[in-house]
Structure formats: structure tokens, C-alpha cells
């Protein structure tokens, strides 16, 4: 793409983002301002007796007098409205320090609600609840009750955002008092309206039982009554488990288990509730038990001094006492494998410190 392609593709971005990056940034505002007249007023609280306390209470009264409305204690106030990381407060605070001096001085007694006088009426970064926008109009609904109380207005209480209402769940429509699929009202007019969840069985309903189904949701069906019930999804002849599953049926669904490992096969958990033993296993009393190979009529292990050892489901071969596996072949132990002398026993014992050493 040629460089003034590039330049004019960035510009256009830029031209179509701004009213959002405006919009984040006016709300960001707002969010500092209230974060900075939080702290102020926790420093005022905190500097409430400073330094003070000491038993001397005629001369603390008087100094105390003095202090309480005094530079000094403003500057401690000031000093700790900002962490040192961030820009957006320490530059909010320097821009307007000598309104937080105006206020401390003259208009506090009059004005003793900081965050109204500086962050609204002052500085106008902010808006009263339930209103938005440079002009602070009221939210859709009203300010008292925004989105009537069933959503939040787009930038309520910023300068920023549209007064749109993000409905809250089972609300939908401009105004959020038109309820969503698998809700119904349950009280409505023209100012107020409640949603209330359907039964688990409806897609839409008027009322709150199975009964009030308008129409039912996948998984469930009309019975002769008009009622949703659900379908049994594992009663029918094939379902979409494999063959060494079984089919759970819940409401509205069902799900695949793993069949027992005794079963080759099954309708159900358990070993009893094979439709088929697997191979290692037998049926017995209407249950999928092991089969001990060791005890078989016909040898299983025919390799000379071979000993069978029953697993479940299965067996192994094992050397008898006295022989080891070598290459398949069950051979003697010598006797000075099977007892060493004194000289190979302190060989053996000295193996894994050689081992360490190297």
C-alpha cells in the first residue's frame, strides 16, 4: 500500500474512533474527579485532630481552632489525593489546585458537598445522577428512574455517553420494559413493567408454570394437557451415544456416560447393566464379574517356570521364586545372585555413592 494510502487510512480510523475516544475520556474524568474528592474527604477526615492530643486542652483548642481551617492542613490534603502513578489525578489536582483553595477558604461552609461544587458545577466533568452529556439531560426514562430501573444509562452521571439504556437480563427494548424470550410480565404500565423468568420448559410463556408455555424449548414437548414436558431423548430406539456409552437423559437433554469396564456395552452405570461383558469378564448373576484366568482348566502360562497372577480383566505371566525374566526365558538365579556374599553385599551397598561421586 502506498505511503499516502497508509497515512489517509490511519487518518480516516482516527476521524471514525473520535467520538469514542471523546466519550471514554469524558467518563474518565468524571471517574478521577469523584476518585479525588473520595480522598479529599478521607484527608479531611483523617487530619480531624492531627498532632493533637496531648493534654494541654485549652491551648489544643485554640490551635486546633486554627488548624482545622488553615493552609497547612489543606496542603496535607492535597499531598495525599494521588498515587504518584497516576497522570491523569496529579494533573487534575495541579490544573486546579487554586479551585480546591477557592473552596477551602470561601465556599465550603456554603458548598459543603465538594464533589458537587468542584466535579459538577465547577469543573463540569460530571453530572448528577441520572444524567448525561455535556448539557446534563436526563437519561431515557427519566433521571429519577433511568431506563426505569431495569438498565443503566449509557454515561449516566458523566459528561460522556448517549442516555441509551443497556437492559438488564430478561429486559430488552429503548425504553427496558419490554421483556425477552423466556420471560413474561408479571406487572406492567407505561412507566414500570416486571419480567419474570419463565418455566425451564418455555421459550416464551405468560405466566410462570410448565402450563403457560406459548411455545416450548428444544429438548421439551406439548403433552395432551398443553403442558411442556420433557423428552426422554434415551428412550428411543438409537441415540447419538457410542457403544461403550450410555445415555443419561436430563431435563431438556441428555448426555453420553462411559459404560463400566466389565461391559462391553451397556444401557446404564454399573456392572450390572452390561449389555455384553468384556473380554476378561464373565457374567454372573446378572453382573459383568472378572474371570480369573489362573484358575482356568487350560493353562494360560506355558513357558516353563512360569507362574500365571490373576488382574482384573486380565492376567500376567511371572518368572517362579527362584528364576528371572531374561529375553523372555525364565532362568535360574545363581546363588550368588540370590545370596551374596559379605564382599558383594558391601559392593552393592557402595554402588549408589559411586553413582553420586560421578
Known amino acids: 500500500m502506498p505511503t499516502a494510502s497508509i497515512i489517509s487510512f ?3 480510523t482516527l476521524i471514525l474512533q473520535a467520538p469514542y475516544i471523546h466519550t471514554k475520556d469524558l467518563k474518565s474524568s468524571c471517574s478521577t474527579c469523584r476518585q479525588i474528592t473520595d480522598n479529599f474527604n478521607k484527608g479531611f477526615d483523617r487530619t480531624a485532630k492531627k498532632n493533637f492530643g496531648g493534654g494541654n486542652t485549652a491551648w489544643e ?12 492542613r489543606l496542603v496535607e490534603i492535597l499531598e495525599d489525593l494521588c498515587d504518584s502513578s497516576s497522570f491523569e489525578c496529579n494533573q ?3 490544573e486546579h489546585e487554586d479551585h480546591f483553595e477557592t473552596w477551602w477558604f470561601k465556599r465550603k461552609s456554603k458548598h459543603p458537598d465538594l464533589f458537587k461544587w468542584f466535579c459538577i458545577d465547577t469543573i463540569k466533568v ?6 448525561f452529556g455535556p448539557d446534563c439531560n436526563g437519561c431515557v426514562g427519566g433521571s429519577e428512574r433511568p431506563c426505569h430501573g431495569n438498565g443503566l444509562c449509557d454515561g449516566e452521571g458523566t459528561r460522556g455517553g448517549n442516555g441509551k439504556c443497556s437492559c438488564n437480563r430478561g429486559y430488552k427494548g429503548e425504553f427496558c420494559l419490554e421483556c425477552r424470550d423466556g420471560y413474561f410480565n408479571e406487572q ?13 420448559s418455555c421459550k416464551t410463556c405468560t405466566g410462570a408454570t410448565h402450563k403457560d408455555c406459548d411455545e416450548c424449548k428444544d429438548g421439551w414437548e406439548e403433552d395432551d394437557n398443553e403442558a411442556c414436558i420433557d423428552v426422554d431423548e434415551c428412550s428411543k430406539d438409537s441415540s447419538s451415544c457410542k457403544e461403550d456409552q450410555y445415555c443419561l437423559n436430563t431435563e431438556g437433554s441428555f448426555s453420553c456416560k462411559a459404560c463400566d469396564k466389565a461391559c462391553s456395552g451397556c444401557k446404564g452405570h454399573g456392572p450390572d447393566q452390561c449389555t455384553a461383558c468384556a473380554e476378561g469378564y464373565t457374567e454372573d448373576g446378572g453382573e459383568c464379574t472378572d474371570v480369573n484366568e489362573c484358575e482356568q482348566p487350560e493353562t494360560v502360562c506355558t513357558e516353563e517356570h512360569q507362574e500365571c497372577r490373576n488382574t482384573v480383566g486380565s492376567y500376567t505371566c ?10 523372555g526365558v525364565c532362568i535360574p538365579t545363581s546363588d550368588e545372585q540370590q545370596h551374596p556374599s559379605e564382599d558383594q553385599q558391601a559392593h552393592n551397598a557402595n554402588k549408589p555413592e559411586e553413582r553420586e561421586e560421578l
Open 126 to 131: 460530571c453530572c448528577p445522577n441520572g444524567t
Open 318 to 327: 511371572e518368572c517362579s521364586d527362584g528364576f528371572h525374566e531374561e529375553d
Open 92 to 94: 487534575m489536582v495541579e
Open 61 to 72: 483548642e485554640k490551635t486546633l481552632s486554627k488548624y482545622e481551617t488553615s493552609e497547612i
Open 10 to 12: 490511519y487518518v480516516l
Open 188 to 200: 406492567r404500565n407505561d412507566t414500570f413493567s416486571l419480567c419474570t423468568e419463565c418455566h425451564s
